[in-house]
């Protein structure tokens, strides 16, 4: 047990956080023993959407094209907590979560209606690191800078060239909704204040 709260404790959380990282991670995980039916039935499906299937628009996200695909997204999870959790208020990363997601359904919705469906986590995940670099940017971290370089290095390469090389095993990589949650956790987290003190 105490090299259990070592570990979460070097992930940047204690208590009732490690939980919620514990939590987090299992959402992510779970979903994949539904197999092939689960994920159809939970994916963006953009006709089963428009046939009224608005559970897509949140499910989508927590689901995955296989056990790697949702390990490696848990990981960027873990890599995000330990980085960015303390940054934020709990409700306001719920808040900046919720913002990722809606411009993630919203830009492949409005923006690129020809992605007939979508898995993953990984465009949640780049709005999470997008708030909390611009937290670490707001404090003069000098973290932030070569972070917010990272994403933008990351997405221009992905929009101009499609998904970075070592992703090319997980055919589909649908780059645009690294883009939209990069956005959208950005916009939210634009109005929240991040906490103060440095992790």
Not at 18 to 46: E, Q
Not at 120 to 128: P, V
Request: overall charge neutral; proline content about 3%; some cysteine.
């Amino acid at each position: 047990m105490n090299a259990l709260n070592r570990l979460l404790k070097s992930l940047n959380c204690d208590g009732r956080l490690g939980v919620a990282l514990l939590a987090s991670c299992a959402v992510l995980l779970l979903p994949v023993l539904a197999g092939d039916a689960g994920r159809y039935a939970l994916r963006y499906d953009r006709a089963a959407l428009a046939a009224g299937e608005w559970w897509r628009l949140i499910s989508a996200h927590f689901v995955h094209l296989d056990f790697d695909h949702a390990a490696l997204n848990t990981l960027g999870l873990v890599l995000m907590w330990a980085l960015f959790a303390r940054d934020y208020r709990p409700l306001h990363w719920l808040a900046i979560l919720v913002g990722a997601i809606a411009a993630i359904d919203a830009g492949l919705w409005l923006r690129d209606s020809t992605v007939a469906w979508y898995v993953g986590s990984s465009g949640a995940l780049h709005g999470i690191m997008a708030a909390g670099t611009l937290a670490h940017l707001r404090r003069r971290d000098l973290d932030g800078w070569l972070l917010a370089a990272f994403i933008l290095v990351k997405l221009a390469y992905e929009q101009s060239a499609g998904a970075l090389p070592f992703t090319d095993s997980h055919a589909g990589v649908v780059v645009d909704a690294h883009l939209f949650g990069t956005i959208g956790g950005a916009a939210i987290a634009a109005f929240l204040a991040p906490r103060r003190e440095p992790l």
